[in-house]
């Protein structure tokens, strides 16, 4: 049972344009969200996160909005550029526990920006 | 700068036989991971480790093993590969703070015929 769901699997936007990516949860107990970058043939890298106590994180093009009665966010990429191309993955985590704050993971989107 | 390395990046294996993923890191994290990637189930975590000497089950370790002999290295083994096993694997290392960020490898390609 995935406890992180993305809405879609893949997402393609215009140059220029912003990209929405969202994402949902289920467990309450979940307070850290972090999205990750993953290039082809790369590993997934930390792009930028927020905890539930924020409803908004910005880190220059990219923005999450965080919804915690709804238990959803997104990803907002302003200003798409090609170079985005890549895939989004959408983590939540809670503190401690057994697992010591383990990450789960959603599907992903791969989002594609055409010049 | 934070650093995984996973060895090998690719391997073709045979159905049945043994196969052995390899995992580095130099951040001194205690905590690792191995994870599996498929299209349309993202990341899925095998195993974990919180130390050398642990190791911990994830959501699917059903056909793996996990082994974390030092700090350093963490190593996933199938003893009986299947071509269900045919995926990507991730490695990663982490710790528990205020932030919980994993660095990751840069995967291992693994197809078994």
């Known amino acids: 049972q995935q406890q992180v769901r993305q809405s879609s699997q893949s997402l393609t936007v215009w140059e220029g344009e912003t990209a929405i990516l969202n994402c949902s949860y289920e467990?309450?107990?979940?307070?850290?969200f972090p999205w990750y970058q993953q290039f082809p043939g790369e590993g997934p890298a930390l792009l930028i996160a927020?905890?539930?106590?924020?409803d908004k994180k910005e880190d220059g093009r990219f923005t999450i909005f965080f919804n915690k009665r709804e238990k959803n966010l997104s990803l907002h990429i302003k200003d798409s550029q090609p170079g985005d191309s890549a895939t989004y993955f959408c983590a939540a985590s809670a503190r401690g526990g057994s697992a010591l704050g383990r990450l789960h993971f959603g599907a992903g989107t791969q989002l594609i920006v055409i010049p | 700068e934070a650093a995984v390395t996973q060895s090998p990046r690719n391997k073709v294996a045979v159905t049945g036989g043994k196969v052995t993923l390899s995992c580095n890191q130099t951040n001194n994290h205690n905590n690792m991971y191995w994870y599996r990637q498929d299209t349309g189930h993202g990341l899925r975590l095998i195993h974990y480790?919180?130390?050398?000497?642990?190791?911990e089950k994830g959501d699917i370790p059903d056909g793996y093993k996990a082994s974390r002999p030092s700090q350093e290295n963490f190593s996933l083994i199938l003893e009986l590969a299947t071509p269900s096993q045919t995926s990507v694997y991730f490695c990663?290392?982490?710790?528990?703070?205020?932030?919980?960020?994993?660095?990751f490898g840069a995967g291992t390609r693994l197809s078994v015929l």
């Open positions: 480790s919180y130390g050398a000497g642990s190791t």
């Open positions: 467990n309450s107990a979940f307070d850290y």
């Open positions: 927020i905890r539930s106590v924020s």
């Open positions: 990663a290392s982490g710790y528990w703070g205020s932030q919980n960020t994993l660095y």
